[in-house]
Structures are given as structure tokens and as C-alpha cells.
């Protein structure tokens, strides 16, 4: 922990005695303490805002944990149009989102040439916004095309920086490796890019949340998104239990003092396992909260896991409860870009 704290490079085997020590609540409050003064030191208190559209929850890959996995034939399927995108844009920007997340399922109808189009149309109309993309695993010249189009972020979560953990939660078509070559070459880009992983899926372990945390230091990323895991009742992992919202707090925390400029989000899973979720993200360490920009008849089709919230306070509509409940511990919503300090 001392090591951490001083900034020194770590070893697996050191990352293991401090994923060890997280039920002690020195440990944690030590950490916890850490990740906030650096937190205010590069971000003050200011939380940055995403806004998400979720345009397709088609996909072609069926990894074991999620709800729009391919072979869920209950999943009632969308996509969103151009027009339909380009609407929840501009209600964000009126909303006051300078950051854009275009999140989908890998999804063929959208070619590179219609992702392209969609890319260049939202930064002509909103050239100080940032564009984000979270389309998943692409080739390089895909993620060149995109770049040259005017997209600004990627995020893609590796998941499990474990082999063979990888392989507990995605079929054999899918390999950790290539998932590694596309952060890398997403970084060779310049992209921002965002890693991450779930916390609490199944066959984790201290040494594979080892494993992810010296991947990160090996990365470092821009962003990294956590979240617990959560079951989706149509999917391999129905009766697994959840991740728990302490241990992603703990986490946040370490992820904050390993990358101290990191974009870190208090993410929808948090959100939805604890209705403070957010908030005690935030004060674990997260600045960035990515509320719903989607259409309302889709929202609730973009299914990852059970009991996603998508309405009330989490939606994008409600602005002002997001104001008051950020102000409430301390922080401040605000209507800019948001990139990372370098
Ligand atoms: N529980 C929590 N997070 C999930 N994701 C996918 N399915 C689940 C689930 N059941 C996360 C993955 C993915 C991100 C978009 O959502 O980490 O990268
Ligand atoms: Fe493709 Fe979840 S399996 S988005």
C-alpha cells in the first residue's frame, strides 16, 4: 500500500497483498483518503458529464454475462437511426453535454462508412463536443477511419486481463489478446482510451483483479470503467451472484492513486446495485458520471443486466436532481469537454 501510495511500480504479487488487505478498514479508509486528495488535486471538484446513447444493442458476440449477447433471443432488438442520434444530441448539448458516447453492441449494419458519417455529422454541429465511441473490437484502419472522422475516445473494457479467466466469460471466438490489440492500437491512434472490467464476475479472483491492475499500469489508459457485475436473467451467469458495491469502491480507490489523472466514472452498475451507488463513488475516487442520453423507447432495451436503471434520476432529463445529489457530497457538475489532464 505504501508502495502504491508512493507511486512506485508494482508486481502482481504486490498488487495481490493489497487486494488482500481490502476488508480492513484502515486499509481502505487510508486509500480511500488518497484517492481523494488526488482527485481534488488534479480535478478540484468537479465532475465531468457524459452523455450516453445507446444506438444498437444488436450484436454478433455472445460473451456469457450480458443481456444483448447474441444468442438471447428474448432481447427485443433496436437500432437507432442517423436522425434518431443526431436528436439525442442535440438534446444533450441543450442539456449541457460536451462529451458524446456512442455505445452499441458489434454491430455489422453499422458499417465503417455509416459510423464515419455519424462521426463527421456530430462534430460539424458540435465542433467543441467530444465524441466518444464504445463499439468494440474493430480493425485498425476501422478505428484510423473513425479517428479521421473526428472521434475523440474510446472505451473498451478489457474485461479480465487473466487468460484463462477471459475464457470464463467468453466463448473461445474471442481472445484476450486481440482485445489487448485494440487498446493498443486505439492508443497508437490517439485516441483517449478507456480500459476496464467488471467487478465481482464470475471465476474472479485476487489474482486475476491482479492481473487487471497491472494491466492498467502497463496501459494506462485515460479511463477506466468499473462496475460490479450484475446477473442478466436471460444469460449463462442467471443465478451468479453480484459484485459487491464495497469491493468496487475499494477498487475505484486504487484505480484513482495507480492512474492519479485517470477519468473515472461512478458507473450505472454502481448506480443501480446501491441507489447512493454514485455518490459513494464519487467520494471513493470517481469524477465522471455518464447519465442516459437515449431515446425513452429504447432505453429499456439496451438490457445488459437486471434492473438497469434507465429512468428517474439516472436519465439525462433530470439534470437538476443530478445538480443537487453531485452538490450533496460535495462536487459540481460541469458543462465541459472533460479530457484528461495530462
Ligand atoms: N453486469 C455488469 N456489467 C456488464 N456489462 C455487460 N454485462 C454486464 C453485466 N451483466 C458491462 C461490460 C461491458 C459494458 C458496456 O457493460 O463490462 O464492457
Ligand atoms: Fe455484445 Fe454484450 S455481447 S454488447
Given at each position: 500500500?505504501?508502495?502504491?501510495?508512493?507511486?512506485?511500480?508494482?508486481?502482481?504479487?504486490?498488487?495481490?497483498?493489497?487486494?488482500?488487505?481490502?476488508?480492513?478498514?484502515?486499509?481502505?479508509?487510508?486509500?480511500?483518503?488518497?484517492?481523494?486528495?488526488?482527485?481534488?488535486?488534479?480535478?478540484?471538484?468537479?465532475?465531468?458529464?457524459?452523455?450516453?446513447?445507446?444506438?444498437?444493442?444488436?450484436?454478433?458476440?455472445?460473451?456469457?454475462?450480458?443481456?444483448?449477447?447474441?444468442?438471447?433471443?428474448?432481447?427485443?432488438?433496436?437500432?437507432?437511426?442517423?436522425?434518431?442520434?443526431?436528436?439525442?444530441?442535440e438534446n444533450g448539448y441543450e442539456l449541457g453535454f460536451r462529451t458524446f458516447v456512442l455505445q452499441g453492441g458489434e454491430d455489422v449494419w453499422y458499417t465503417d462508412a455509416k459510423l464515419v458519417e455519424i462521426i463527421r455529422r456530430i462534430k460539424t454541429l458540435y465542433p467543441e463536443c467530444a465524441v466518444t465511441l464504445s463499439v468494440g473490437e474493430k480493425s485498425y484502419e476501422s478505428y484510423k477511419a473513425y479517428k479521421e472522422a473526428g472521434a475523440d475516445r474510446y472505451l473498451l473494457r478489457h474485461e479480465t486481463a487473466d487468460e484463462q479467466h477471459y475464457g470464463v466469460l467468453h466463448p473461445a471466438e474471442m481472445s484476450l489478446a486481440n482485445r489487448k490489440q485494440c487498446l493498443y492500437d486505439?492508443?497508437?491512434?490517439?485516441?483517449?482510451?478507456?480500459?476496464?472490467?467488471?467487478?465481482?464476475?464470475?471465476?474472479?479472483?485476487?489474482?486475476?483483479?491482479?492481473?487487471?491492475?497491472?494491466?492498467?499500469?502497463?496501459l494506462q489508459p485515460q479511463m477506466v470503467g468499473i462496475g460490479p457485475f450484475i446477473p442478466h436473467h436471460d444469460t449463462c451467469f442467471a443465478e451468479k451472484s453480484a459484485g459487491s458495491v464495497e469491493k468496487t469502491l475499494f477498487l475505484l480507490s486504487v484505480i484513482r492513486i495507480l492512474l492519479p489523472t485517470v477519468l473515472l466514472p461512478a458507473t450505472t452498475a454502481l448506480g443501480t446495485m446501491d441507489p447512493q451507488g454514485r455518490e459513494k463513488g464519487l467520494l471513493a475516487g470517481a469524477n465522471v458520471v455518464m447519465p442516459n442520453l437515449s431515446p425513452l423507447k429504447t432505453r429499456k432495451q439496451y438490457d445488459l443486466y437486471d434492473n438497469k436503471i434507465c429512468t428517474g434520476e439516472e436519465a439525462a432529463e433530470c439534470r437538476e436532481c443530478l445538480d443537487k445529489r453531485i452538490e450533496s457530497v460535495g462536487y459540481q457538475l460541469v458543462n465541459e469537454r472533460g479530457d484528461a489532464v495530462l
Open positions: 500500500v505504501d508502495k502504491l501510495i508512493q507511486r512506485q511500480k508494482l508486481t502482481k504479487e504486490e498488487f495481490i497483498e493489497i487486494l488482500k488487505q481490502q476488508d480492513d478498514p484502515d486499509i481502505r479508509e487510508l486509500l480511500k483518503e488518497e484517492a481523494i486528495r488526488l482527485r481534488k488535486h488534479y480535478y478540484g471538484t468537479k465532475v465531468f458529464t457524459r452523455g450516453l446513447i445507446e444506438f444498437t444493442n444488436h450484436c454478433k458476440n455472445d460473451c456469457y454475462y450480458c443481456g444483448i449477447r447474441r444468442s438471447n433471443k428474448n432481447a427485443k432488438r433496436f437500432r437507432l437511426s442517423q436522425e434518431d442520434i443526431l436528436a439525442c444530441c486505439l492508443k497508437k491512434l490517439g485516441y483517449q482510451v478507456g480500459a476496464g472490467f467488471m467487478v465481482g464476475s464470475p471465476g474472479q479472483s485476487v489474482e486475476t483483479l491482479a492481473e487487471d491492475l497491472l494491466f492498467l499500469q502497463e
